[in-house]
């Protein structure tokens, strides 16, 4: 709507531009609405900002820099060519009115009426700022000797005292002399630690997808993780004292009984060879079947020679007349099936043999069948 303000503006018939001069003066406004009331007395009502801390005379309390108020604004005066300003404003505590003039003279305010400044001045050497020349001082120390004589020694010791300071804005100014090289020093940096983030997370994110933990954050490798790393890796293959006694009484198990003692430590192993020399898999495959054959060998072997022992200590003890139970179960020897009648089957009975009677049959000694 901003553009059509200079459009829409309506001109009654009775309307003279040499009577009224604008519409504001055909209706009897101004442009500044309520801000002119007092416009016909040169009085303007605008914003003012407290320029300083002040005490209020009305009701005696703090009114802090910064507090803005409604002013009567006008003008009271020139000095030379700089007009001079009055505002006047009533405190928002009370009902006393504030009157602050400009004083173009001392760059500064004058209280005239309704409160009093809170004094806050301070010299500016003293909190390490640039106080005002004072051109007379100079031209003293420079025209008096005594004077510039006695001034000397606090000259020295200020010097002295400054020292580390101008030393420090010294090395400031001396590093951002050349602020290309140092920007362009401090960019590279950026990059290279913007590329071992990225391949850090690009590495991250394999290795929680190869382990399927999510979203799991994963803590930056340390020089303690990384030894003991090597350690596992080193020693991964290492064998306890149980282990050894293990794998040496399997690797008994499977040699042959009745082969040489010398040819005991060529038998292959499966887990690797005598020599040190890593197995192909063909040769470890090829070592453990003999291995297994060599294992049923030895326990088809160690059955029987328990049965043979048991048979030889009953008949040894059937030779001593001693009536000892047998241990061993009793063979039973079962006719041929043959088509026979009812009556003969019913006769058929089984005969219990004797197994020494067998085995010495099978040895041929007759003494022992007869008995």
Known sequence: MGERKGQNFYYPPDFNYKTHKSLNGYHGTHALRERAKKIDQGILVIRFEMP??????????HVGMGVRYNAEKKKCGMYYTTPLYEFRMK??????????????????YELVEGCSRQELRFDPTDIAQVGAVDRGFAQKLAADAMFKKEHEASDKEKAAGEEGRVEKLEWIQERMRDDFSANSYLRAQFRNEKKY??????????????LS??????????????????????????????DHLHSTRDKIESRRIFDHPNTLSDTP????????????????LKATMQAERDKRINATFSSSHRLLHQISTLSSASNLGI????????????????????????????VPVNPISLVSADYGDSSDASE
């Open 52 to 61: 300083f801390n002040i005490w209020c005379l009305g009701c005696h309390n």
């Open 91 to 108: 405190c928002h505590l009370c009902d006393n009115y504030y009157v602050i003039r400009t004083d173009p003279k001392n760059f500064d």
């Open 197 to 210: 983030l990225n391949e850090s997370r690009a590495s991250d994110a394999n290795l929680r997808e190869k």
């Open 213 to 242: 933990i999510g979203t799991t954050k994963l803590l930056p490798e340390s020089e303690e993780d990384r030894r003991m790393a090597s350690m596992m890796t080193r020693y991964k293959n290492s064998k306890t004292h149980g």
């Open 269 to 284: 192993s499966p887990s690797g060879s005598s020599s040190g020399v890593p197995m192909t898999s063909s040769e470890r």
């Open 323 to 350: 009536k000892r139970k047998s241990t061993v179960p009793s063979l039973i020897v079962r006719k041929k099936k043959t088509p026979v009648d009812s009556k003969t089957l019913e006769a058929e009975t089984s």
